[in-house]
């Protein structure tokens, strides 16, 4: 799974049940706006000014020369309430979905806090630098663009010269078409210079605008492009509302046609593009601002950690690979140190704020033959190891933990293929879970560390239905504080992703955590991703409590006083 679908999921994830909540937030907004819209309408209106809404452009027109001086006075003031009014409601709409990423749902009513002390202004400061540095390079961009066009459509004709000629036209009036989008593209990544310093205004309320914009600069620098393409993913949405335009165009230009009335379908056609396009964005607009909140403060963590790497950059980086060999060489191992020393080395590291526990054979030990034979304790060894072979060894199991293949179709498949073992399979899949049984040593462990204060999480390859069912059963699985299991995000250790996806989900920081697993491949994968990882052999708990307080980790509960 890339990160784009990722954060999607994730955004659809932290809406659910506050779907209706997050459109009210942006019905108020944009109530806000159309009501400011309407006052400088009615204010042109006084002005001398008639207007009409133009249905097919979605826009005002006005019957007289618009720019004079009372118009743009009243226009600039219009842009002024705008600023003060609006401006700083999309950034209390933001704030209300950041909160939402962090399972707290406020009322409604969260999304007017900017207007208390500097967030009103600051807001409405980076609205105004936005837009004013957005249009200037706007121009910048769309001047060649706009002249060959204008040369081409002979909206701009040369001194001297008459009509251009239509081949030499129509190669103007291209090239400045593709001009004019590849300027369009080039305005949109460099629109998104803007886009941490949005949210930085919503978390980081102590930040200045001028840093808020500092930073954005900065750790959006190289990700431009993932943005722009990140917003164009959401572009299919669009196809609904292009799909009635396109059919109200062939009705009148068939049935209009042969009706002689080019009008028909008007009525019904806006209405209908009017009610799909509003369905769409009832959907689209939580959707897309959630997933953008999300994908903004994803890259400015990604800053803040490179930052922090850059800043515990090792003294000997520049050196050659044999001058660092022979370093460490020099360097006495953690059993010539003294107590003292190693001391000094846990006071030095990061502490350790995140214990990640995967679930099988660390906290449940996974015992096959064990729970056959309470399933099946008439069978045979050979029979319930025919059994084994046949239920838990086939490359399908993968595909369970993943999250693409239920439990049901997986059992229903393999009564497919062992018609004659159908029986014993269907009374498997009712009595597998008896495979699993609590580890007391490591149970007793994540309780003494919960005490402690240590953050829990959890990293696991395991099915839905049965990750379920487990955590009926046992309630210690529910003491965690979030993690990743492979069935929610069709992920499975050691794919890299997996972890990204836990570093990114609970926002934590990879040098801060612990995680424990029984696979070898699977602690390669943690410690690949900045893990510290350690690898359960037997489900002996010791090995682990030593390890844990050589990382400066308080395992007993007398060590928090």
Not at 417 to 435: F, M, N, S, V
Not at 517 to 543: H, I, M, S, T, Y
Request: glycine share 6%.
């Amino acid at each position: 799974m890339t990160l784009r679908k990722m954060i999607k999921t994730e955004a659809k994830a932290s809406l659910r049940g506050s779907w209706g909540r997050a459109i009210l937030c942006l019905a108020v907004v944009a109530a806000v706006e159309l009501c400011i819209h309407l006052v400088d309408a009615a204010a042109m209106a006084l002005l001398g000014y008639d207007f009409q809404w133009n249905f097919t452009r979605m826009s005002f027109s006005y019957g007289q020369q618009f720019f004079t001086l009372p118009a743009l006075g009243v226009t600039a003031a219009a842009a002024v309430i705008w600023l003060l009014l609006a401006a700083p409601l999309w950034t209390g709409c933001r704030s209300w979905l950041l909160e939402l990423t962090d399972r707290r749902a406020h009322p409604v009513s969260h999304i007017f806090w900017p207007y208390e002390g500097k967030a009103w202004l600051r807001s409405a400061g980076l609205v105004m630098v936005t837009r004013l540095s957005t249009l200037i390079m706007a121009v910048l961009l769309g001047v060649i663009p706009a002249a060959l066009l204008m040369l081409g459509t002979g909206n701009l004709p040369l001194a001297g010269m008459g009509a251009l000629p239509p081949l030499l036209s129509a190669i103007l009036t291209g090239a400045g078409g593709i001009l004019a989008v590849a300027a369009a593209l080039l305005l949109w990544a460099w629109w998104q210079r803007f886009t941490i310093a949005r949210i930085l205004l919503c978390e980081k309320y102590h930040l200045s605008l001028k840093e808020a914009l500092r930073l954005s600069r900065r750790y959006m620098k190289g990700h431009k492009w993932e943005m722009v393409r990140f917003d164009l993913s959401f572009l299919p949405w669009a196809l609904p509302s292009l799909a009635v335009i396109l059919m109200t165009g062939l009705f009148q230009r068939t049935i209009g046609v042969y009706l002689f009335r080019f009008d028909l379908f008007y009525g019904p056609s806006m209405f209908l593009l009017f009610l799909v396009t509003l369905l769409v964005l009832l959907y689209v607009a939580p959707y897309y601002g959630m997933a953008r909140v999300m994908y903004a403060r994803y890259l400015y963590e990604c800053g803040q950690w490179e930052d922090g790497a850059a800043a515990s950059e090792p003294e000997n980086a520049g050196q050659t690979e044999d001058q660092q060999q022979a370093m460490e060489e020099q360097q006495p191992s953690d059993a010539d140190k003294t107590v003292d020393q190693l001391i000094e080395q846990q006071q030095t590291a990061p502490a350790i704020r995140n214990i990640v526990f995967d679930v099988g054979d660390v906290l449940l030990h996974f015992d096959i033959d064990s729970g056959l034979e309470k399933v099946f304790p008439d069978y045979t060894p050979e029979q319930r190891q025919e059994l084994k072979n046949i239920i838990f060894h086939a490359e399908t199991w993968k595909e369970m933990d993943r999250g693409t293949l239920s439990e049901s179709a997986y059992f229903d498949r393999l009564r497919q293929e062992y018609p004659h073992q159908a029986e014993d399979i269907t009374k498997a899949e009712k009595g597998w879970y008896e495979c699993f049984t609590p580890i007391a040593g490591t149970v007793a462990l994540m309780g003494r560390l919960r005490e402690n204060g240590y953050r829990l999480l959890v990293l696991s390859n395991f099915p839905e239905k049965a990750f379920q069912e487990m955590t009926r059963r046992y309630l210690f699985l529910r003491d965690f504080d979030g993690g990743v299991v492979s069935y929610q995000m069709h992920l499975l250790k050691p794919d890299p992703e997996i972890y990204q996806a836990l570093i990114y989900r609970e926002r934590i920081v990879p040098e801060e955590t612990v995680f424990v697993d029984d696979k070898l491949e699977n602690v390669e994968g943690a410690a690949a991703a900045g893990l510290r990882a350690f690898q359960l052999k037997d489900c002996q708990v010791e090995p682990f409590e030593a390890w844990l307080q050589q990382q400066g980790v308080h395992t007993t509960l007398e060590q928090t006083t």
